[in-house]
Structures are given as structure tokens and as C-alpha cells.
């Protein structure tokens, strides 16, 4: 049975301020932090306006499909516009060309729309790759990862964001498909939280960050997290992604720069 973390909701909040594609940096003492590579890309902070995407390039390279994919492949494409290029899955073998032909839209779309968030008058540089984690006749996910750097930027800001695709229906899932919002936030603010990829050092440095915000604010955070975006205007990329992978939940929440951008929460969805 999965447990539900409730706690006091009298922790304070913190705000993230945003430049460009970057996030302003905190004053953290990392005395001793070294931080690995899986802990050290993010989701972009939201700007506005959208980049001009009508020269796409495409290169074809491959990407791993799972054995239960009973013939359905995934191949690793190339979106290439100036200084943005960005890695996609493109699906093929299903058995309905034009499921197939909507789920294949659906994946550029979703792996472009980062793009949207930058505003006209700051060039940007955004290197973004893929993995497929997993690909079957039921189900695709993909992560993304990079980097992203706005023209006078000290540093680049990292990106990580998924997305997980219903191969049936051709529409995106997000986090409320395999979990709830509520209960990640209790569980992320609770002292059973586990961080991917964290030394002992990061997860004290976590914790520390951690403790300025409250289950408010992650079930908030949560709640907008991953496709389909929201249709309002003006809505801002979201900050957190989630996938699920072999019985495990992986979804990131926004931490300051000094900690890599962003930290992966981990959750076995089967074993509590």
C-alpha cells in the first residue's frame, strides 16, 4: 500500500528568479560537494515568445527499443534551427499509420516546445539530446537533457525534461497518470526522500534548500508538471518532469544553479 505523507504546511517558500535561460544564483556554501553528471541538467525557466523553427534540419541516428516492443522501433532524430539543436524520437512500425503519423507529431512538438520559451530579442543556445528509456506498442518515454545559454549569460543553465506518450492514443502522460501530486510533496518534504544520484554531500545540501519550501508549494509544482502543457496564456515551461521506469517514479524538482539546476526525486511505486 502506498503511504501518504502529510506534514506542516508552515515551512517557508522560496521563488525562483529568472534571466534569459537562467536561473540566478543563491549563495550556498558547497564546501566539499561534487555533483555527477545525471544531477546537474534542468527544466528551463519560462520566458516568453517563441523561436523561429521553419529550418529544421534532420540528422538520423539510432536509439534502443525494449525486447517486449513486439517490433515497434524508436529512432533518434535531430531538430536543428541556428543555435538550437534538438534530439527527438520518431516512432515507427506501429500498426496504425495514422496513429502512428499523430504520435510522431505529437513527440517534435513536445520536444521543441521548450523553444517557446525564449524571448525574441536574447539569442539562445540550447544543446538538447534524448534517450528513449523505454518503447513498446502500449508506451513511449524519452528523457532530454542539456544545456542552454542566453547571449551574455555567466553560465549555462542545465535542461532536463521527458515525456511519456500513450502509443494508443497518441496523447502525452504526465504525472497525475501514475501517481498524485499530493503525496509526492509529502513524501519529497518527508525524511524518507531519496535523491538519484546524490552523494552524501548534495542530499545534505538538498535537505538544506529543501526545508525552505513546503508541500503547498511541490503539490502546486507538481501539479504542472510534465505534457500536455497548459493551454492558458502566457504559461510558463514547466519546472518539474516525471517518468516511470521498472517500478520506479523519477521526477525532478528546481534547485538553485549551485546544485546543478535541478535534482531527481526517486519513489518505488511498488514497494511503498
Known sequence: MRRTYILPLFLLTSSILVSGCTKKHEEIDLSGIHTTAETQKETMPPTTAAVETTTAAIEETSAPASDSSANVSAKTETFQAGTISIEYPVVSNLSDSKTQEAVNKLLLTNATAITESFTEDTPVTLDVTCKVISVDRSRLTVVYKGTCQAEGSPYPTNVFYTNTVDLKQA???????????????????????????????????????????????YTQLFNQADFPLSSAPDAPFPESFSYTHEGVLYFSIPVPHALGDYAIVTFNIDGK
Open 171 to 217: 496523447k502525452s502522460l504526465g504525472f497525475n497518470d501514475y501517481s498524485d501530486a499530493y503525496t509526492m510533496a509529502g513524501y519529497v518534504m518527508s525524511e524518507d526522500v531519496e535523491f538519484y544520484q546524490a552523494s552524501p554531500e548534495l542530499t545534505r545540501a538538498l535537505l538544506d534548500h529543501r526545508s525552505a519550501s513546503s508541500v503547498e508549494e
